[in-house]
């Protein structure tokens, strides 16, 4: 065993209540991804704000939570994983106030980047723990829970944000953070294990730099796409490629490289990225199709997309299991085709007159295609990482989640406005289009993931996880 490997200590044999603990936080950082956009109207009126200042401030969390995810997840290997996690959620809460009494745009859109900052300081952490204190035979249930709850609360924005925006203004959605941040809080340091590396780590500042600054390069332009910013985007690959190269030099790197080496991880990083991509298109592309084509209430149109929740909180626990016991290459195959299908109901089977019954069947088939494929692409993602390597590898994960998003919301708003002169309805069928084929191809990806030997994978098979990452990397 390396010296500085963690284990899950004997006083906590029951890791259960710790994944409750993480799957309550995760919940509240998603679900800020998403529970803006519904309060963006009543936002502008409040505060008197134009749209370019509300793009900031669905954006700037955007941006601070995807440039700094790999940093943060290396700085758990430095310092143990639940410090950084309970720090991060107490930043979490604090920023959460600092929005809801926000009197201005200006001090709303900080307050967000300082929520996007928390979130990239804890959404690391929840990985490496789960890695850390389940047993390899049970981790895949455990990442099936974990992000099944981190698809609801993805999906459930629109829901909850219009109960909400509509009861109690839009300063309830942030208010909401402040008590279960709070729980949150007390029950990490009683539940969560205190994991401490057992060596001193060196912390790679330079790769810190190019990393921050390459990523913050690349997804701003994604962000503000509209504004054409080709050359800041290109000086932020270039960045990327400068922090390659370091990290190939670097004594302790920020990213270990040969992580890709683990097949596994490498295709299971790129079906991330692609199940991202195709969310945040889908959920633009159905706010517009429900709302301004068909026009539903804001909460109507979230409590039609429950048909999708329901079915993807339902199945990812089991597709999670189930990962556990065959690998994730059939469920991640056939997952993302039934997702891709989905995706095609929802764009091709609506007209002018369609009701919220119109969408039940292709949003279960998206549903159902999910939720085979998030909590798989997760586990085999981490399956054979080595402990001290398990920071660096969520954040590069995280990363890879956030990126996503930001290049299918740019992505699908292109495509989008390119086919406005059809009618918004039309519209939305070429651009749906797009996004499923691109699912299509993460499930052609997954086709080449490696087979998982044995009916079932055992503890000692899933710790040994330098032999593994060889073996799967083969």
């Not at 909850?160 to 309830?172: D, I, N, P, R």
């Not at 889908?282 to 709302?291: C, G, I, K, P, R």
């Not at 997309?305 to 329901?310: K, M």
């Not at 990126?403 to 086919?419: D, F, H």
Request: net charge positive; hydrophobic share 55%.
């Amino acid at each position: 065993m390396p010296p500085d490997e963690r284990a899950a200590p004997a006083a906590r044999p029951n890791p259960w209540p710790a994944l409750a603990v993480l799957c309550l936080a995760n919940f509240l950082i998603l679900l800020d991804t998403t529970i803006v956009n519904t309060a963006a109207p009543d936002m502008m009126r409040g505060l008197g704000a134009g749209i370019g200042e509300i793009l900031w401030v669905l954006n700037g969390y955007l941006l601070a939570f995807a440039s700094l995810l790999i940093v943060f997840g290396r700085l758990g290997d430095l310092v143990g994983p639940r410090l950084v996690f309970v720090a991060g959620l107490g930043l979490f809460t604090v920023a959460s106030v600092l929005c809801a009494v926000s009197g201005s745009p200006e001090a709303l859109i900080a307050a967000r980047v300082v929520q996007g900052v928390a979130a990239a300081a804890l959404v690391p952490q929840a990985l490496v723990l789960i890695s850390a204190i389940f047993p390899a035979d049970r981790r895949g249930a455990a990442f099936g829970i974990f992000t099944a709850v981190a698809g609801v609360a993805a999906v459930s924005g629109p829901t909850l944000g219009g109960f909400l925006v509509t009861e109690m203004g839009w300063q309830s959605i942030f208010y909401l953070n402040v008590p279960v941040g709070l729980a949150g809080l007390l029950l990490a340091l009683w539940l969560v294990p205190d994991l401490r590396p057992g060596r001193r780590h060196r912390f790679d500042l330079v790769g810190v730099l190019l990393a921050t600054a390459g990523l913050v390069a690349v997804v701003y332009p994604l962000i503000e796409w509209r504004r054409g910013q080709w050359g800041l985007l290109a000086a932020g690959l270039v960045l990327l490629a400068l922090f390659a190269v370091w990290e190939r030099r670097a004594a302790e790197p920020l990213v270990p490289l040969d992580l890709f080496g683990d097949r596994n991880y490498a295709i299971a990083t790129l079906v991330t990225f692609i199940v991202s991509f195709s969310l945040y298109g889908l959920l633009l592309v159905y706010v517009l199709e429900t709302q301004n084509v068909l026009g539903m209430s804001p909460l109507r149109s979230g409590v039609s997309a429950l048909p999708w929740t329901l079915s993807l909180g339902a199945l990812a626990p089991l597709a999670g299991r189930f990962a556990d016991r065959i690998g994730g290459r059939i469920l991640l195959v056939a997952g993302l085709a039934i997702y891709a299908v989905g995706l095609l109901g929802v764009a091709y089977v609506p007209t002018a007159t369609s009701t919220a019954a119109t969408f039940v069947l292709p949003l279960i088939l998206v549903g159902v295609g999910m939720g085979m494929t998030i909590a798989p692409a997760t586990t085999e993602a981490m399956r054979y990482v080595a402990p001290e390597r398990s920071g660096a590898a969520s954040g590069v994960l995280n990363t890879a989640r956030q990126a996503g998003a930001a290049v299918g919301a740019a992505v699908t708003g292109a495509v989008l406005q390119s086919q406005l002169d059809r009618g918004l309805l039309a519209a939305t069928r070429p651009t749906l289009s797009v996004v499923a084929a691109v699912v299509l191809a993460g499930s052609g990806l997954a086709l080449f993931m490696p087979r998982l030997s044995g009916n079932r994978l055992s503890s000692n098979q899933g710790e040994d996880a330098t032999a593994a990452s060889r073996e799967a990397g083969k």
